[in-house]
Each structure stands twice: as structure tokens, then as C-alpha cells.
């Protein structure tokens, strides 16, 4: 890929549920941006991750399912990619989906006593796609509330947890609200907190463990 600096290893995770009129062709076209992005001529070029222990990008038409566990090397200019591949997916999938985004510095990847001066460029992302934003904030829902719940069950037993999860549910309610009255709802949710999110976290995210 000499036209792109590659100071990344890029992980693409995520399954998603697609219409059952999805097509191979279909599905090609979705990914366009992912495969041009490698140089590749199409899909089936593209689709095997730089791992042979990872299956890569897969579409199984009986199930109507999109399998994605692939890596490429690549730049911060892979996130333009995401974009536009988010945007082609909310037209054939059948259901909110997150896709898991990680980004891990390739100078950090180095297996040397000597530590690397200096902080990793390692990010991590999650986004969202679906077939229209009422979907797409359910999955967001879902997966906050199973996050909140897991944390404060250390602490409260989960039938105390009920407040908790109808205060999210009235947040998201909210920005439903927001969002059909400002004349957003054919678009879909973006920016932190919302529809793509990103964050470092702390400590590197552990390699191809899902």
C-alpha cells in the first residue's frame, strides 16, 4: 500500500445483521472504501487479514450476516474509510450494530527489554451502524447499560440497579427527541457520546483477543 503511511495496524471487528435482499454485490459496493483503501481491485482481494488466524471480512448470504475480524495496515486517513463504509452500511443492515475500531501504534511493537520513550498512539473506537437511528441508539443503550451494570454490580446487587437503568433510558430518550426536532433523523448520530465514539483508555487494548 505505497500511496498510504502505515504507522498503524488497523482492527476492523464486528458482526452485523443485513437485509435479506443484501447481495454479495451489495456488500462489495458498502465496503468499497475498506478494500480501495488497501488497493485492492475488490472485495475478495481485500478480504483476508494480514493474520491467517483471523477469518477476515465474510458475508454468508443464507444467514444474511457480516462477518468482520480483519486487520491492514494503514494511517489516520483510515478513519475517512470508516466514515463513509458506516454511511454505506446503514443501508443494508437490518439492525443497530457496534463495530469495534482499534488502531495500535506499530513503533510500540517492538519485543526489546529497552522501553519505547514517549506515549503510544494506540486508539480505540466504537461505531455504529443501522437501518435508521431509533436502531442505532438501542445498541448504544444496550451496551452502555450492560457496562454500567457490570461496574456497579461490584458494589450493589443488580436489583437495585433498576433507577439506574431507567435514567439511561430517559437520556436516550431525550436525544431521540433531539434529534427528530432538529431535522437530523435521516442521518446518522455522529460525534463523541453519540454515533462514534473514540477514546485511549489506559494501557494498550490486548491484540486480536474478542
Known amino acids: 500500500m505505497p500511496r498510504h503511511k502505515t504507522p498503524f495496524e488497523i482492527h476492523v ?4 445483521a443485513l437485509v435479506a435482499e443484501a447481495t454479495f454485490e451489495s456488500v ?3 465496503l468499497k472504501p475498506l478494500w480501495k483503501y488497501t488497493g485492492a481491485k475488490g472485495l475478495a482481494n481485500a478480504a483476508s487479514s494480514v493474520y491467517e488466524d ?3 471480512i465474510s458475508f454468508n448470504p443464507q444467514e444474511h450476516l457480516l462477518q468482520m475480524c480483519w486487520t ?3 494511517g489516520d486517513d483510515f478513519r475517512q474509510a470508516l466514515d463513509e463504509v458506516c454511511m454505506n452500511l446503514n443501508e443494508i443492515a437490518s439492525a443497530g450494530t ?3 475500531v482499534t488502531f495500535y501504534d506499530t513503533e510500540f511493537d517492538n519485543e526489546e527489554d529497552d522501553p519505547i520513550e514517549g506515549e503510544s498512539r494506540d486508539d480505540f473506537l466504537m461505531l455504529f451502524v443501522g437501518p435508521n437511528p431509533a436502531a442505532i441508539m438501542q445498541v448504544q443503550r444496550d451496551l452502555l447499560v450492560q457496562d454500567l451494570v457490570g461496574m456497579m454490580e461490584r458494589h450493589f446487587d443488580g436489583a437495585e440497579l433498576g433507577g439506574v437503568v431507567a435514567e439511561v433510558d430517559k437520556l436516550f430518550a431525550q436525544r431521540f427527541d433531539a434529534l427528530v426536532s432538529s431535522l437530523e433523523i435521516g442521518k446518522p448520530p455522529r460525534g463523541p457520546g453519540s454515533g462514534f465514539g473514540s477514546g485511549h483508555g489506559g494501557g494498550r487494548k490486548p491484540r486480536h483477543l474478542h
Do not use: C, K, S
Not at 13 to 16: A, E, I, S, V, W
Open 13 to 16: 471487528h464486528g458482526q452485523l
Open 98 to 100: 457496534a463495530i469495534e
Open 54 to 56: 483471523e477469518p477476515g
Open 28 to 30: 462489495q459496493d458498502a
Open 72 to 74: 491492514v495496515a494503514g
